[in-house]
């Protein structure tokens, strides 16, 4: 079982004036697949703060696993990607790329995503969008083939070739 640690970003959810039902859909499916949920955190769009956190959940060894929630859109206060690319220590493209692509699919609106994913010593960190039904369309898309990333990453498994 790998740890997940959630992160949504919202000036408002962090003032008190809006609820995270985004966060609560990233439980709800990492739990359903078998991650065990070990810390959440609510922050406004403050890029310093964002980062400071991604980097205490990696190097203390939080989680393997950080979803975040929020900020990855057009809007000025929207610095998640920034945020997370700060701490990032290596790209994992792949993982953003299939999020847009199948989103595609759904709305032409799912190319204006500025997610990422990086690696950050023994942790991967990926940016979902803000809204329920995207966080869902995305990480049920994507958390199948995640598991197998992180075995790789913290070498529970040293092979990605098929036989």
């Not at 966060?23 to 359903?32: L, S, W």
């Not at 950050?120 to 369309?137: F, H």
Request: aromatic share 4%.
């Amino acid at each position: 079982m790998f740890r997940v640690a959630i992160v949504t970003l919202s000036d408002k959810g962090a003032a008190g004036q809006r609820t995270d039902e985004s966060g609560a859909v990233i439980r709800e499916i990492a739990e359903q697949n078998g991650y065990e949920v070990v810390s959440y955190t609510l922050l406004p769009d403050e890029r310093e703060q964002i980062s400071a956190e991604l980097r205490r959940l990696c190097d203390e060894n939080v989680a393997e696993l950080v979803l975040t929630t929020g900020g990855t859109g057009f809007s000025p206060r929207d610095c998640t990607p920034e945020a997370t690319l700060d701490v990032a220590e290596r790209l994992a493209p792949g993982i953003a790329e299939a999020m847009r692509y199948s989103s595609l699919n759904i709305t032409k609106r799912a190319m204006l995503s500025r997610a990422v994913a990086v690696i950050r010593g023994g942790t991967l960190i990926v940016n979902l969008p803000g809204s329920p039904k995207a966080v869902r369309e995305n990480l049920e898309y994507v958390i199948p083939a995640l598991g197998h990333g992180l075995e790789i990453l913290t070498g529970r498994a040293g092979e990605c070739a098929r036989k």
